[in-house]
């Protein structure tokens, strides 16, 4: 019964911010990785950033690199995606995701949240 519900998207001008907001309930999310990935307008779904269950692991897409930052708060159940500099071709849907192996580095997500819009306008 794990459910993952993003939030935060909107409307932004080119060169805003956005903190996306993803919370998880249904099991114990400290023990979790978490990760967001996006599909923008007529693309396939691409990898954003990940966290490890602790927090002490990050790793980004070469496109946000520098822009996006992944964090977590545990005592939250929620995971965030602060974005900042955000350009056009970052429109798209983005998605929370978590793997079915505690403590692990995962290689597949077996859970997603229904998505949030992000639109950048020029």
């Known amino acids: 019964q794990v459910q993952l519900v993003e939030s935060g998207g909107g409307l932004v001008p080119a060169g805003g911010s956005l903190r996306l907001s993803c919370a998880a309930s249904?099991?114990?999310?400290?023990?979790?990785?978490m990760a967001w990935f996006r599909q923008a307008p007529g693309q396939e779904r691409g990898f954003v950033a990940y966290?490890?269950?602790?927090?002490?692991?990050?790793l980004y897409a070469d496109s946000v690199k520098g822009r996006f930052t992944i964090s977590r708060d545990n005592a939250k159940n929620t995971v965030y995606l602060q974005m900042n500099n955000l350009k056009p071709e970052d429109t798209a849907v983005y998605y929370c995701?978590?793997?079915?192996?505690?403590?692990?580095?995962?290689?597949?997500?077996?859970?997603w949240g229904q998505g949030t819009q992000v639109t950048v306008s020029s």
């Open positions: 995701a978590a793997p079915e192996a505690e403590y692990s580095f995962p290689q597949t997500y077996n859970y």
């Open positions: 966290i490890s269950w602790s927090g002490g692991s990050t």
């Open positions: 249904g099991r114990t999310f400290s023990r979790y990785a």
